[in-house]
């Protein structure tokens, strides 16, 4: 997403919402862009660190080493961040960082090398009351392990709230794992309580930790997964697959393919006639090109922006209903609040109390959405974000800033 994707659905929210020029300007505003050169072995490679918004609370977003990463794509990510963590309720502002990297190219030596290095560019800068960073795209858990070691090292305190998505040793939640797929679920069952059809099927784009474990708790809870594919290829069959045993041919084998179904490709897997196609894949996936084929009654955006902004408005005009990923996907954020929270006081909650709670969050995020879109008639999009807007300028005006 680069930042003139992000300024057209500003355009567009703000017309809508009929906001004022102080009310885009202070959206439209960075608080912090931070950018450092880290070297590793003679390369340079630029890094950042840039929040958003903070009116809510400390930045919250994750770390991403890619060979793409650029100023325009953090700046991009870190406002879309302040518009999910808004949405989702929680006292957070929108961040991100990133490092232009490639990291397939670097030994595991190097990887935590620049891991640290990172910490050390950019550690007055972060802090589970300042701003606090999380994975991301090849990011992981280790890699926070060794974020945190090396920030606690500098700081000479300990300090696990300054970072989510860690190992569970050192302060990580272990409902954080699956916390995405299972807000997609929620969400899944809220539109199916407001339809008439029950046996409902499913496509799933994408196997990995997103479109697996959506896959898994659609299965057992014995509803009709189709279809699910991953960066391979797909498999179709319409009475229902075992997912767990597609899950166990995906362990040995490397791809679902390999089960023994019609096979089916990427392209396909789009274009099937079903009542949810869950896409937890890429972004860009539904776009111009094959908007027209698309024959799913119901959309849940699992991955973040797999369909494009001229193809969002086809398929709103086309009565396809589209649930966005600011919505659909928040459950991992929430998830990182739940974390953050146990970090600073010290405690841990029991699991029951996590899900309730989860639960009842993305139920009440979902109907707020829901009901600005059937008042007003726009798609879940636009309701998503006036509402996520709404509260960030609130915020901005409780502290008299506009
Ligand atoms: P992942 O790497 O675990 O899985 C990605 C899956 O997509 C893999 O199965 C891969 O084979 C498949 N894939 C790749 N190219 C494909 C293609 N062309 N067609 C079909 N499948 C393809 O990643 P993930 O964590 O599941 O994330 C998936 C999406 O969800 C991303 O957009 C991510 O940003 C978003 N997301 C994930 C989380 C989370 O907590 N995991 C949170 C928010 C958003």
Not at 64 to 78: A, Q
Not at 157 to 185: A, D
Request: aromatic residues 10%.
């Amino acid at each position: 997403m680069v930042f003139e994707n992000v300024s057209s659905i500003l355009k567009r929210v703000s017309n809508y919402m009929g906001l004022s020029e102080s009310e885009i300007y202070v959206l439209s505003s960075f608080k912090r862009i931070k950018r450092e050169e880290i070297e590793l072995n003679g390369n340079k490679y630029p890094a950042w660190r840039i929040v958003h918004n903070d009116a809510l609370g400390p930045g919250k977003g994750g770390i991403r080493f890619h060979p793409n990463v650029s100023e325009d794509e953090v700046k991009s990510l870190s406002f879309w961040m302040s518009i999910k963590n808004s949405l989702a309720g929680i006292p957070f502002g929108g961040a991100k960082g990133g490092v232009k990297v490639d990291p397939k190219t670097l030994s595991p030596e190097e990887l935590e090398e620049l891991s640290r290095k990172y910490i050390r560019a950019f550690h007055d800068v972060i802090g589970e009351n300042k701003d606090v960073p999380a994975p991301d795209v090849y990011t992981n858990p280790t890699i926070m392990g060794w974020m945190l070691d090396e920030y606690e090292k500098i700081k000479e305190r300990h300090e696990p709230g300054m970072i989510t998505g860690k190992p569970i040793v050192l302060g990580g939640c272990k409902f954080r794992g699956t916390s995405t797929s299972k807000g997609g679920f929620i969400i899944f069952e809220e539109i199916l309580s407001t339809i008439e059809k029950k046996d409902v099927t499913i496509a799933v784009q994408g196997f990995g930790n997103a479109g697996y474990n959506f896959a898994k708790m659609a299965y057992d809870e014995g509803y009709k997964v189709v279809a699910v594919s991953d960066s391979k290829g797909g498999i179709y069959d319409e009475n229902g697959l075992n997912i767990d045993e597609v899950k166990k041919i995906k362990s040995e084998k490397g791809t679902v393919i390999e089960f023994d179904a019609q096979k089916i490709s990427n392209k396909e897997i789009l274009e099937l006639d079903v009542d949810f196609l869950i896409l937890a894949a890429l972004e860009n996936q539904i776009t111009e090109n094959n908007v027209e084929n698309i024959k799913a009654r119901n959309i849940i955006e699992l991955a973040n922006g797999p369909v494009t902004p001229e193809a969002d408005k086809r398929l709103f005009e086309r009565g396809i209903f589209v649930v966005p990923d600011i919505l659909a996907n928040s459950g991992g954020v929430i998830g990182s609040y739940f974390e953050w929270i146990q970090n600073k006081t010290g405690g841990a909650f029991e699991s029951s109390y996590l899900e309730e709670r989860f639960e009842k969050m993305m139920k009440e995020n979902y109907s707020k959405v829901y009901e600005v879109y059937k008042r007003d008639g726009v798609d879940m999009r636009t309701a998503a974000y006036s509402l996520a807007i709404r509260r960030i300028l609130d915020a901005e005006k409780a502290r008299g800033r506009i």
